[in-house]
């Protein structure tokens, strides 16, 4: 047989499907900060709902808003992360065995 490292090389499967992950995730996670900032924003204005409840609501999205853009924001970093841990190219069977476990998702 030879040596695995003279084994013919293709595309990596994982790497392609985070590369799309990623890609997708700079719009979405756009989208999902500007609908958490609107939100938050109708609600300072007191047009929506108005009250003691209603303060005491828009307290709790504040901070739920604050919370939620922190870890939206580490979603394409973390996406970075496993991108630069994946080899551009594995062996056929490494990239079968990848393609069938993306099929679960």
């Excluded at 992950?21 to 007191?46: F, I, R």
Aim: hydrophobic letters at 40%; aromatic letters at 4%; glycine letters at 6%.
């Amino acid at each position: 047989m030879g040596e695995p490292d003279a084994q013919p090389k293709v595309e990596n499967p994982y790497l392609a499907s985070l590369k799309r992950l990623k890609n997708s995730l700079g719009a979405e996670t756009e989208m999902l900060k500007k609908q958490l900032e609107t939100a938050a924003k109708d609600m300072d204005s007191k047009r929506v709902w108005a009250g003691k409840a209603a303060s005491d609501w828009a307290k709790d999205l504040e901070g739920r808003r604050s919370h939620m853009k922190l870890l939206v924001e580490k979603l394409i970093p973390a996406v970075d992360a496993e991108i630069a841990k994946c080899p551009e190219k594995v062996t056929p069977g490494e990239a079968k065995m990848m393609r069938m476990d993306l099929q679960g998702f």
